[in-house]
């Protein structure tokens, strides 16, 4: 049983290196390896044991004061393309962003002096939203295509009109999602709203991830990815949308997932971060409204899309800006934020009947 350092695209962690053999552990069996693995080691991004093959990896022996680099093919220690600085104006694609916060978002984008691609399900919304925002902010600078993320070949169309129309994305927001404008218990769910939120919420994220990352991997510039979470993605319960805050739980471990497999690979010029606006006043949060909880929360928490976009474009705009190449994750409302509303609300009654009358 020895120590080494294990690297994986660029990240580094004393591991425990395990022999080959069964090992029982408490609560734990661990079959042996196949002969094509090397050794069990305790992963560096869970803290929990994982195999590993040996072309996964770069190991560095800590034996000796100077460390032995062990050549692993399928692996690449540099990216293969060579990163341009990333400058404004920016070219921004946004999902789901005929209204709500990716429309507010995409408006926040063009006040900036960006470029944005929207898109929809709906040709009308798409054809009325960018007549809308070419209206206002000039021919030149918006366009809008249908697209829905729940197919492979609509989001494939999608980056190919991105690219006809501006070469390259240097930002990509996840903002497609549905709760089928459903609040009610699982058990009272049909089929049909589970289908439409699941697929639009997690296999669409999946589809879009992919492809926006295949894109970036070939731009000099690289990109940065944006996936929206929402309620549930904190691991609190969603009662009367289950099904929902199951896929916005889900937009944190994706993340986190594609964080980790772009490090291994080494991807240097692509990142994947999180974006959480909070509680936005959409037609999707307030249809929800009929109980007395939900008109408290909203009250007090929630805020229009405008005021929401006002403030996550600019940190948004700021990381490619500051040429970080660092995960982060960019939130509007705040732990701090949210329990300070609450304890106003509860001390001096601010914020009551901001949208809806309280009983």
Request: proline residues 5%; contains cysteine; hydrophobic residues 40%.
């Amino acid at each position: 049983m020895a120590s080494s350092i294990l690297s994986v695209g660029g990240f580094s962690s004393m591991v425990l290196l395990l022999p080959m053999a069964s090992l029982q552990l408490p609560a734990i069996s661990i079959s042996p390896l196949p002969a094509n693995n090397q050794a069990l080691l305790i992963s560096p991004f869970t803290g929990q044991l994982a195999s590993y093959r040996r072309s996964d990896l770069y190991l560095f022996s800590t034996v000796t004061s100077r460390r032995k680099f062990l050549k692993v093919p399928g692996i690449r220690a540099e990216s293969s393309v060579k990163r341009e600085p990333m400058v404004p104006p920016y070219n921004v694609l946004i999902t789901g962003s005929t209204k709500g916060i990716g429309y507010a978002l995409a408006k926040e984008f063009l006040k900036a002096g960006d470029n944005v691609i929207i898109c929809s399900r709906s040709t009308e919304r798409v054809e009325s939203a960018v007549r809308n925002l070419k209206g206002e902010f000039g021919e030149q600078h918006v366009w809008g295509t249908i697209c829905d993320v729940r197919e492979g070949k609509d989001v494939r169309d999608l980056v190919a009109f991105a690219q006809d129309k501006l070469k390259y994305i240097d930002i990509w927001i996840n903002n497609a999602g549905s709760n089928a404008y459903s609040f009610k218990p699982l058990a009272e769910t049909s089929d049909d709203d589970l289908i439409e939120v699941v697929t639009t919420n997690t296999l669409g994220l999946m589809i879009c991830c992919r492809e926006a990352i295949k894109m970036m991997l070939n731009q000099s510039r690289g990109g940065h990815i944006f996936n929206i979470d929402g309620a549930g993605s904190d691991g609190r319960p969603t009662p009367r949308f289950a099904a929902y805050g199951a896929t916005k739980r889900s937009v944190v471990h994706l993340t986190k997932s594609l964080q980790a497999e772009l490090q291994m690979q080494d991807v240097r010029n692509v990142i994947v971060h999180n974006l959480s606006p909070g509680m936005v006043t959409t037609d999707l949060l307030m249809s929800g409204a009929n109980t007395k909880q939900a008109k408290f929360f909203i009250n007090v928490l929630a805020e229009p899309a405008e005021v929401v976009a006002e403030y996550l474009v600019p940190s948004i705009r700021s990381i490619p800006t500051n040429g970080s190449m660092k995960p982060t994750y960019i939130r509007f409302l705040t732990g701090f934020k949210a329990y300070s509303q609450i304890f106003s609300r509860l001390a001096f009654g601010a914020r009551r009947n901001r949208y809806l009358l309280e009983d």
